[in-house]
């Protein structure tokens, strides 16, 4: 018997709430932590049952919202969420590194936040295949959270986990267990990735330049100040010619900043300013 009331509307409303503010699908796998990531927040305002907790939310979203995105999204991910990213990453984005990096023959590219690693794997089978065997090309993947980070460099997934992938991703970049309950990452996509711990608020180590930055989900945590704080250091570690910033589904960057143009669906391109 479980403390709380959770009924399959109640399930539908969180699902909706969170998809729309960042872009997660909750699948029916997640029902379960779900219910014991929000039960907390119930006892903690002292509320009966989730559709109170819900018309609690809609009512004080100001102060209590951010708690429930924080308790649902916290090393929540999946891979290659947000999928039209991935697209014009490959459609559109990679043929003009190619074109300017020509002579150095170099691609970088950062998932900045990358929780349990779903993202810079999405970002590595990807571009894989898309550059010669000549290139040098690295995704750097970094984190606050050191738990999270090992587990991403482990690069062993629960078969719920890789459910949006789809068979070919499956065959040609994972090692299948026995019982087929668990997926691993192969070495020769696991090669491309770098894993680091990284606080953005304090100095970053690394020189860039990156043609591309993921930095999703993330920034809902952070203040207009510290936001454009990040914004400006996004803007020097990007490649000046094609240099790209992907943010989250529910994030906005202000359109005071003209050093960023604008491309629709969370993309921007890095531009000069004179």
């Not at 002292?46 to 308790?71: P, R, V």
């Not at 995704?139 to 062993?156: Q, R, Y």
């Not at 970049?173 to 990735?193: A, P």
């Not at 680091?196 to 860039?208: D, F, H, I, S, V």
Request: hydrophobic share 35%.
């Amino acid at each position: 018997m479980k403390e709380f009331q959770f009924t399959d509307t109640d399930f539908q409303k969180v699902s909706e709430k969170v998809y729309s503010a960042c872009g997660i699908v909750l699948g029916p796998h997640k029902r379960e932590m779900v219910y014991s990531r929000l039960a907390r927040r119930i006892r903690a305002n002292g509320l009966k049952n989730f559709e109170d907790y819900l018309t609690f939310l809609d009512n004080s979203s100001d102060q209590e919202f951010s708690h429930f995105i924080n308790a649902i999204t916290t090393n929540l991910t999946s891979f290659f969420r947000e999928s039209h990213h991935f697209e014009y990453l490959k459609s559109d984005l990679i043929p003009r590194i190619k074109q300017d990096n020509r002579l150095s023959k170099r691609a970088r590219f950062w998932s900045a936040g990358c929780s349990t690693g779903e993202e810079p794997y999405s970002i590595a089978m990807t571009v894989k295949d898309e550059f010669p065997s000549d290139w040098d090309v690295k995704v750097l993947a970094t984190d606050l959270d050191s738990n999270v980070l090992s587990k991403a460099a482990e690069g062993i997934y629960s078969s719920q986990s890789v459910t949006g992938l789809d068979e070919n991703h499956l065959r040609k970049w994972f090692l299948k267990s026995s019982d087929g309950s668990q997926y691993r990452v192969k070495e020769q996509l696991k090669s491309l990735i770098y894993f680091k711990r990284l606080n953005l608020l304090e100095p970053w180590p690394m020189k860039g330049p990156f043609d591309l930055i993921f930095c999703r989900n993330v920034l809902i945590y952070f203040d207009k100040e510290t936001k454009d704080s990040l914004f400006d250091g996004y803007h020097r570690m990007l490649e000046p010619s094609h240099g790209h910033l992907f943010i989250g589904h529910s994030e906005t960057m202000s359109k005071e900043r003209r050093d960023f143009k604008n491309l629709g669906k969370t993309m921007y391109k890095r531009v000069d300013v004179t």
